[in-house]
């Protein structure tokens, strides 16, 4: 079963504040983390991911987050 709407948002401001100041392993680590808890141990779908990304990456520097925005363009998310 999904977790409901506002639990979604708050898991992903959660992972948007966790992921601050973290490498970039640790910033994975994050976002696999709270992919999980979106997912609540099924698939997580295409536009979650990219919600979840969106969150993870806004911790980033703007040069990375260009990095990071090409990469998924690549992997198609």
Do not use: C, N, W
């Amino acid at each position: 079963h999904f977790v409901i709407e506002e639990e979604r948002l708050q898991l992903l401001r959660e992972a948007a504040e966790k992921a601050k100041g973290k490498s970039g392993m640790e910033r994975l680590d994050v976002f696999l983390e709270y992919g999980e808890k979106l997912s609540a141990g099924g698939s997580l779908p295409p536009e979650e991911q990219k919600a979840l990304l969106a969150a993870v990456a806004a911790s980033l520097p703007k040069e990375e987050q260009k990095q990071l925005t090409q990469v998924m363009m690549m992997l198609g998310l």
